[in-house]
């Protein structure tokens, strides 16, 4: 039971995380391309709008045939057609004419702008008064305006979200070259551990881990493979990591935080081919007893038993590294996690040379301030994650956090 | 083509939205319930732990045999045995005595707290020195600490994060009571739309909002149903809607911005029996054009045909619905939104009476500060959502904003 872990800086892990290569490409459907990554650069086939369009219901008209118009000194224009959604106007707009359009509706040849309907007034016998100046464009979206046929729609690297989504949509793109969504095997390992349908015996207790893992990867976007229990032997181990292996980009062992078990995690890893001890204990807190391996280019990790300690290392490093293998960017910056500034309602002692992540509870004040009240003295218990509305990073650099203090709470 | 719209205030139609009932309940798998709101409070039905826990590796002693131990002056104990995680321990600790024990192992009885290891060193012949004083309790979960059985778990109401999850699995809880999903049909109506996997003729575009919406309903946790496009006419439209009121727990209906299609759609959702037209138009920019009715007690939207428009409604309004539907509190709440503080760049104007949110990109300046452009002169164009970060609100109080102000972008 003997033994001390060489530790490294949460940074030192960041960068040997980051040299894992991304997933290759595959071809999405339009439906599932929604937060992911473009493996490839996305090129226009035809412009956008394809043809110059109303943005407005109104009148289609020359814009230099309103220059001038007021309320009590109108422009009269001969009011030559009336086209609806389904008709393309066959027509070409002469001088002091103008045309009823629908929003959405193709201008006709000869308009360069649309006046909004409220501007109008229609008098009888195809005359229409115009009570506004309209500039040359307004209320028209041009041919091409939004993309030209040719140009760049988004480049390679682009996260996509709905609207990118639509983008793609409109420009009738409907298979999507985007990174593979990691396959993620979890197993837990530990000898006191049943299947959460199972009744524990005095001693034995349920394994939480697969279960809280399995949904901190999907909302990071793998797709969680459950493998189940594996005994604390090495035999066992690897078979189920062999089989895990094959079955996966990804895997995450969770085993019990005692040195014996880390010990025999290390082993089981070191025995495939090709395989490299990456980190064997990190300064973060909690968190500290975490394996990271590379086994023939995959990341197989070594999560600590603990629930706690598993799921803030699932957050600072866990998640980030399941995008980093989609093509995010920059997964690891702390920046894109949801937070909220809130004024610390304690001091908190940290030990420098670790970052520590602190749970926190958020309660607001009647003045409408956030205060951020640490959640201690129950590190291991469960409760402490579900009372907790985000957590509090201390930097390795500093002893601890002064009450009132302004902090980020990372939201969970 | 005439016609004026009644606008009611964004809170009006928050009021109105909220006033919809929940859906009831279903069980879903553990593995399901992540993001998911309870409908019935879930009570332990044993303690957790289920026995006292070692929370490290070291030795399980009783506390009062430690008092006064110091590097200098340690205690010695009689190793009576050696529990791994196995075997339960077999034996009761007398005073003087202490007994190995791994992270998670059960205590034997008669000991009240665990040294850790690394404050201990094996002398041989069963004895152990003992270099520090620990109290009772240490490094111990007690039996019942996180939850007593017959308590309280977790409340109806609650929503469920990975953490929630794990202690419904810690308490072998494997089917879950939550509120639905809701089923979200999408329609898109307008005669000049085509399917995304057509080639549009001149005037025509393909259907954009099918795909961001469907994007959008899944990020709120809906399950769309697309059930493509319906033409701009009475029996074809109703024959739809019927149809999505059939399927679906809500229905998205989106078509031109015209007043003409405004007023097809508010036909249509008339002739439903105990159908009430809710809103027909709200101070929102973009977003106006906006028709919600009840139809016996199911949400029937009619969104603008414009992109850029039904997408700000889904993000403040029917997002926020859609979580309102599987029971979340406060689903209007916009501090609930990830956002992130930054620096106008430019005034905006804005006018009065009406809730404008404007697209913004996010540029960080060399001071680490970051600074909001806003995205204009582009209201229609696909672009000024796909350069977008996030929208930046200002209440219908305001005229505007002054550059260099400060402000929340929401971001999406």
């Given amino acids: 039971m003997q033994g001390f872990f060489e530790v490294l800086t949460v940074e030192q892990v960041v960068r040997l995380l980051s040299a894992f290569a991304p997933l290759p490409p595959e071809q999405a459907n339009l439906q599932e391309s929604d937060g992911r990554v473009l493996a490839e650069d996305m090129i226009a086939g035809e412009d956008l709008p ?44 002469q001088p002091g004419q103008c045309a009823g359009i629908v929003t959405g509706g193709m201008l006709p040849a000869g308009a360069d702008a649309v006046v909004m309907v409220e501007y109008t007034h229609a008098l009888g016998e195809g005359m229409v008064e115009i009570r506004l100046p309209v500039a040359p464009g307004a209320h028209v979206m041009l041919q091409g305006e939004d993309v030209r046929a040719g140009g760049l729609l988004l480049p390679t690297g682009a996260l996509l979200r709905p609207q990118e989504v639509g983008l793609l949509a409109a420009l009738g793109k409907t298979r999507i070259p985007v990174r593979k969504r990691p396959r993620v095997a979890i197993i837990s390992t530990g000898d006191e551990l049943v299947d959460v349908n199972a009744t524990p015996k005095p001693g034995q207790v349920r394994d939480v881990n697969s279960a809280t893992l399995a949904c901190l990867v999907r909302r990071a976007g793998g797709t969680p493979i459950l493998l189940g229990l594996a005994p604390d032997e090495l035999g066992a181990l690897r078979a189920q990591v062999r089989k895990a292996l094959n079955m996966a980009d990804c895997v995450l062992l969770s085993g019990g935080s005692s040195i014996g078990i880390c010990d025999l995690t290390v082993r089981v890893l070191q025995s495939f081919q090709n395989a490299r001890i990456l980190c064997r204990g990190v300064a973060l807190s909690p968190g500290k007893p975490l394996i990271v391996a590379d086994i023939a280019g995959k990341a197989v990790w070594g999560l600590p038993g603990q629930v706690t300690s598993a799921q803030v290392v699932m957050l600072v490093l866990g998640q980030a590294f399941i995008r980093h293998l989609q093509g995010w960017k920059n997964p690891f910056d702390q920046a894109l996690w949801p937070q909220q500034k809130a004024v610390l309602a304690k001091n908190i002692a940290s030990r420098q040379g670790r970052e520590d992540y602190v749970r926190v509870r958020l309660e607001q004040e009647s003045t409408g301030e956030w205060l951020a009240a640490p959640i201690l003295g129950m590190s291991g218990l469960l409760r402490s994650l579900t009372d907790a509305h985000g957590l509090v990073r201390i930097p390795a650099s500093l002893e601890g956090l002064e009450a009132r203090r302004q902090v980020d709470v990372l939201l969970f």
Avoid: H, K, W
């Fill in 50 to 93: 394809l043809t110059d369009r109303a943005a407005m219901d109104g009148y289609a008209l020359r814009a230099a045939d309103t220059f001038g118009a007021t309320e009590s000194n109108p422009s009269y224009l001969q009011c030559v057609g009336n086209f609806d959604i389904r008709t393309p106007p066959n027509l070409a707009l």
